[in-house]
């Protein structure tokens, strides 16, 4: 039986295979062995464009564009992985959006994670 099935209904095309599962009885853990399955690949690709012009002797100027995910390719998060959850085997939520919020927690804005949306920045400095 396989563990993935073709599904063009859910995100990334595939989900895990409910069936070729069970919950084991009176065993704490199952014997499926450590990483049989995988979750979606990250891919992203990143662009810097910077030009620096020289004012005056100690003076310069910075320009700088950012463009992140410039494909706006979308990398999904692992596949929930509870059996008795209705959505078992299927990605429900983008990677950016469960590796943090940003803000107070620490982490970074989703929108400047891997897996984050097409954004841009842009800045200029004078050193």
């Known amino acids: 039986m396989p563990l993935r099935i073709s599904d063009p209904n859910v995100a990334g095309s595939w989900k895990i295979n409910p069936a070729a599962f069970s919950i084991p009885k009176g065993v704490v853990q199952g014997e499926l062995g450590r990483n049989v399955l995988s979750g979606f690949g990250a891919a992203q690709v990143d662009l810097t464009l910077r030009r620096q012009f020289r004012l005056k002797e100690r003076l310069s100027l910075q320009a700088r564009a950012d463009f992140f995910n410039i494909f706006n390719h979308p ?4 596949p929930i992985n509870y059996l ?6 299927q990605a429900t939520q983008m990677l950016a959006s469960v590796l943090g ?5 620490g982490s970074l804005n989703p929108l400047y994670q ?3 949306p097409r954004s841009a920045q842009l800045a200029l400095v004078v050193f």
């Open 75 to 78: 990398n999904f998060a692992s």
């Open 84 to 89: 008795s959850s209705p959505q078992f085997g």
């Open 101 to 105: 919020s940003g803000g107070s927690g």
């Open 114 to 116: 891997i897996g984050g």
